[in-house]
């Protein structure tokens, strides 16, 4: 199923929902979506060495 086709999918979905309550939910899930695609990654490997030092037990553990 192609992008388009996808979106008209759930174009049609949408418009099926007559609860205001569940549209909402559907619109604000739409806005996080939305505002996360805008937000910049998380370089998370820079703090592995501080992370590594304080719960390297804890990570070797959980590896296992």
């Known amino acids: ?22 549209l909402r939910e ?5 806005a996080k979506i939305a505002s996360v695609k805008d937000e910049k990654p998380l370089n998370l490997s820079q703090h592995y060495e501080k992370v590594k030092e304080q719960y390297g037990n804890v990570l070797q553990k959980l590896a296992q």
């Open 1 to 22: 199923m192609s992008v388009s086709e996808m979106q008209l999918a759930a174009i049609k979905e949408i418009t099926k929902l007559e609860d205001e309550h569940i």
């Open 26 to 30: 559907v619109l604000e899930h739409l």
